[in-house]
């Protein structure tokens, strides 16, 4: 088994937002046939107010582990969300984003589907922007906004994997994964 590891993401283009961008990365793996999950969720102070427009920012975090990364078995989903005013998504909501991202993975499985589809990744993506949106707009906070969710597609290969480009809320990130 192989990691996942969100690598670096470039800002192409800033929200919406006042200032700068303080993003955060919510990352879902999702195999079909065994029906495993993970979510990991990215952040780093240093983000906080200083993500312009053009940069690239350096990341190596490993956000999944114990997936074989087999492009027709397993889904992977980049959500971007930027952050307002403080952080609107505990740790308890990460695990409920999760859990209804895997419930709709499941749904695939009952019907028999052992083959990761683009209507697959499709309908995960919007059972994750959902969730995540379903969260945002229970918090007390300042109400994050979803950039967007998008799904990696794997090449089957190690290292650096496609690119996935997220636009919303007025702004455009690319982000890069690598498996190793």
Avoid at 6 to 29: H, M, N, W
Avoid at 43 to 64: K, L, P
Wanted: some cysteine; aromatic content about 6%; overall charge negative.
């Amino acid at each position: 088994m192989t990691k996942l590891i969100l690598k670096r993401f470039q800002c192409a283009i800033e929200t919406d937002e006042v200032g700068a961008d303080s993003p955060y990365f919510l990352t879902f793996v999702g195999d079909i046939t065994s029906g495993a999950t993970s979510i990991k969720m990215t952040r780093q102070g240093n983000w906080h107010n200083e993500v312009d427009a053009g940069e690239i920012w350096t990341v190596n975090e490993t956000v999944s582990q114990g997936f074989g990364f087999v492009p027709n078995k397993t889904v992977v989903l980049c959500a971007v969300v930027e952050e307002d005013e403080g952080l609107d998504i505990t740790n308890a909501e990460v695990g409920a984003i999760e859990q209804a991202v895997k419930g709709a993975l499941n749904q695939f499985r009952a019907t028999g589907s052992n083959t990761v589809t683009t209507k697959v990744r499709n309908d995960l993506a919007a059972a994750m922007r959902g969730a995540i949106f379903l969260h945002l707009m229970s918090s007390a906070g300042a109400r994050d906004d979803i950039v967007g969710v998008k799904p990696l597609l794997l090449n089957g290969k190690m290292g650096e994997q496609s690119l996935v480009s997220v636009s919303g809320d007025g702004g455009l990130y690319r982000v890069r994964y690598a498996r190793a």
